[in-house]
C-alpha cells in the first residue's frame, strides 16, 4: 500500500525557492505594535524640594551728579582748583594784614608805622609814611593869623586821593615845576569857622636833588613867579561838602613856597565857598599888605591862604627831623610869612630874621 503524499505545503511547488526547502515561519505582529514605545518603569516619587530664601540685593549706591561744569571748566582739574582756592586766600590774607598796617598809620600810632629817615631824603617817604591827619590835621589853629591880627581857624572838609600832578596846576606853573619833576601830589581843603571861605593845601613831593630845589626855589624869586595870576594852582573841589563849588573861576588868592631842605613844594589857593566868580585874584602876599581893598585882601582869603599854608608846612618839618627854622615847634603857632613869602614883622617892629639871618625888609606902613 503506498503511503498517501503530505499536502503540499508553503515553499512547495516548482515555484518554491531553494528548491522546494521548506520555510520558517513567521511570527505575526500587530501593525499598532510596532510603533509602540519601549515601556520603561516610572521612577520613584520625590517630595518637591522647597527652594533656599536667597538675600535681597543691597541697595545700589548712589553717587551724587557732579556740579554743572561751565564753558570755561573744559581742561581743568581739581587740584587746579584748589591750588586757585589756596592762592586766593593767601592773597586775601596778606592783604587783611596790610590793610591794617595802613589803618594804623592813618590812626597815626607811631608805635606801629615805620620810622621816617630824617633829612632831604627821608622826606621822599613822608607822603605815605606820616599819617594823613598828622600832614593834614583835622583843625588848623591860626592865632593872630587873620585880618589885624584876629585869630583863625580852619576846619579840614575834603583829601584827595595821593596821585600825579596832572591837572593840578595852570600850565606855565605847571611848566615851571616840571624842572623838579612830579613824584607824588597830595592835597586837603579846608574851610574857615564861617564856612564863608574854602582854602585847599598842597604837598607836591619831587624828584628833585637839593641844588634842582636851591635853584628852582631862586627862580621863583627872581622873576616874580608867585605873584603872577597866569601861574596859580588849582583848587580840590570835595563833592558834598562846602568847597563842592570851587573851581578855577573862584579861586581869589595864593601861595606857592618851594622848600630848600626837603624835596616838596607846598601851596595853597583860597575862594569864596558859595561859588561866587572872583575877576581879581591876587597872590597872598599881595593880598595880605595892609591897606589892600580887593575882595580877597578884604575878605582875609589871602589870611587863609597863607596861614595854612605855613601851619602844614611847618608840621612838615617838625616830622622830618626839624630841618626848617620853625621845625620842632608848635604848627599851629609861630608868625606866618608876609609879603615875598618871608616872615612877617613881630608886634614891636623887630624884624624875625630868616634862616640866612638876614631881617626881612620893613613893610611900609599904609596908615602914615
Same mark, same amino acid.
Given at each position: 500500500?503506498?503511503?498517501?503524499?503530505?499536502?503540499?505545503?508553503?515553499?512547495?511547488?516548482?515555484?518554491?525557492?531553494?528548491?522546494?526547502?521548506?520555510?520558517?515561519?513567521?511570527?505575526?505582529?500587530?501593525?499598532?505594535?510596532?510603533?509602540?514605545?519601549?515601556?520603561?518603569?516610572?521612577?520613584?516619587?520625590?517630595?518637591?524640594?522647597?527652594?533656599?530664601?536667597?538675600?535681597?540685593?543691597?541697595?545700589?549706591?548712589?553717587?551724587?551728579?557732579?556740579?554743572?561744569?561751565?564753558?570755561?571748566?573744559?581742561? *581743568?582739574?581739581?587740584?587746579?582748583?584748589?591750588?586757585?582756592?589756596?592762592?586766593?586766600?593767601?592773597?586775601?590774607?596778606?592783604?587783611?594784614?596790610?590793610?591794617?598796617?595802613?589803618?594804623?598809620?592813618?590812626?597815626?600810632?607811631?608805635?606801629? *608805622?615805620?620810622?621816617?629817615? =630824617?633829612?632831604?631824603?627821608?622826606?621822599?617817604?613822608?607822603?605815605?609814611?606820616?599819617?594823613?591827619?598828622?600832614?593834614?590835621?583835622?583843625?588848623?589853629?591860626? =592865632?593872630?593869623?587873620?585880618?589885624?591880627?584876629?585869630?583863625?581857624?580852619?576846619?579840614?572838609?575834603?583829601?584827595?586821593?595821593?596821585?600825579?600832578?596832572?591837572?593840578?596846576?595852570?600850565?606855565?606853573?605847571?611848566?615851571?615845576?616840571?624842572?623838579?619833576?612830579?613824584?607824588?601830589?597830595?592835597?586837603?581843603?579846608?574851610?574857615?569857622?564861617?564856612?564863608?571861605?574854602?582854602?585847599?593845601?598842597?604837598?607836591?613831593?619831587?624828584?628833585?636833588?637839593?641844588?634842582?630845589?636851591?635853584?628852582? *626855589? =631862586?627862580?621863583?624869586?627872581?622873576?616874580?613867579?608867585?605873584?603872577?595870576?597866569?601861574?596859580?594852582?588849582?583848587?580840590?573841589?570835595?563833592?558834598?561838602?562846602?568847597?563842592?563849588?570851587?573851581?578855577?573861576?573862584?579861586?581869589?588868592?595864593?601861595?606857592?613856597?618851594?622848600?630848600?631842605?626837603?624835596?616838596?613844594?607846598?601851596?595853597?589857593?583860597?575862594?569864596?565857598?558859595?561859588?561866587?566868580?572872583?575877576?581879581?585874584?591876587?597872590?597872598?602876599?599881595?593880598?595880605?599888605? =595892609?591897606?589892600?581893598?580887593?575882595?580877597?585882601?578884604?575878605?582875609?582869603?589871602?589870611?587863609?591862604?597863607?596861614?595854612?599854608?605855613?601851619?602844614?608846612?611847618?608840621?612838615?618839618?617838625?616830622?622830618?627831623?626839624?630841618?626848617?627854622?620853625?621845625?620842632?615847634?608848635?604848627?599851629?603857632?609861630?608868625?606866618?610869612?608876609?609879603?615875598?613869602?618871608?616872615?612877617?614883622?613881630?608886634?614891636?617892629?623887630?624884624?624875625?630874621?630868616?634862616?640866612?639871618?638876614?631881617?626881612?625888609?620893613?613893610?611900609?606902613?599904609?596908615?602914615?
Amino acid at each position: 500500500m503506498t503511503a498517501p503524499k503530505p499536502a503540499p505545503g508553503r515553499g512547495e511547488g516548482p515555484g518554491a525557492p531553494n528548491g522546494g526547502a521548506p520555510l520558517e515561519p513567521v511570527q505575526q505582529t500587530h501593525p499598532a505594535d510596532s510603533i509602540r514605545p519601549p515601556h520603561h518603569p516610572a521612577p520613584p516619587s520625590v517630595p518637591p524640594r522647597t527652594p533656599a530664601a536667597v538675600p535681597a540685593p543691597p541697595p545700589p549706591s548712589v553717587t551724587p551728579a557732579p556740579p554743572p561744569r561751565r564753558p570755561g571748566d573744559a581742561g *581743568r582739574s581739581p587740584l587746579g582748583a584748589r591750588t586757585v582756592a589756596a592762592a586766593a586766600c593767601l592773597v586775601l590774607g596778606i592783604g587783611l594784614l596790610g590793610g591794617a598796617g595802613a589803618g594804623a598809620w592813618l590812626t597815626g600810632d607811631s608805635s606801629e *608805622r615805620p620810622g621816617l629817615d =630824617k633829612g632831604f631824603d627821608g622826606a621822599r617817604a613822608a607822603w605815605h609814611q606820616v599819617p594823613v591827619d598828622t600832614l593834614f590835621p583835622r583843625t588848623l589853629k591860626g =592865632k593872630g593869623a587873620g585880618p589885624g591880627g584876629a585869630d583863625r581857624d580852619w576846619t579840614r572838609v575834603a583829601v584827595a586821593p595821593a596821585g600825579g600832578c596832572s591837572h593840578a596846576f595852570d600850565p606855565l606853573l605847571a611848566k615851571a615845576l616840571s624842572a623838579v619833576g612830579c613824584s607824588r601830589l597830595v592835597r586837603a581843603t579846608y574851610a574857615d569857622e564861617t564856612t564863608s571861605s574854602v582854602t585847599t593845601v598842597g604837598l607836591l613831593f619831587t624828584k628833585a636833588d637839593p641844588e634842582a630845589m636851591s635853584d628852582l *626855589r =631862586k627862580r621863583f624869586a627872581t622873576e616874580n613867579l608867585t605873584e603872577r595870576t597866569d601861574l596859580m594852582p588849582r583848587p580840590y573841589a570835595g563833592r558834598g561838602t562846602v568847597a563842592a563849588d570851587f573851581g578855577d573861576a573862584q579861586r581869589a588868592s595864593w601861595t606857592v613856597h618851594v622848600l630848600e631842605d626837603a624835596p616838596v613844594v607846598v601851596y595853597s589857593v583860597s575862594g569864596f565857598a558859595d561859588g561866587r566868580v572872583v575877576s581879581d585874584p591876587q597872590s597872598a602876599s599881595d593880598a595880605t599888605r =595892609k591897606g589892600e581893598t580887593s575882595a580877597a585882601a578884604q575878605a582875609g582869603l589871602g589870611h587863609d591862604a597863607q596861614g595854612i599854608a605855613d601851619r602844614v608846612e611847618r608840621g612838615l618839618h617838625k616830622e622830618t627831623a626839624g630841618a626848617g627854622p620853625e621845625s620842632g615847634g608848635d604848627p599851629d603857632s609861630g608868625a606866618d610869612r608876609g609879603s615875598e613869602g618871608k616872615p612877617a614883622p613881630e608886634k614891636d617892629g623887630k624884624q624875625a630874621p630868616e634862616k640866612d639871618g638876614k631881617a626881612a625888609p620893613e613893610e611900609k606902613d599904609e596908615r602914615r
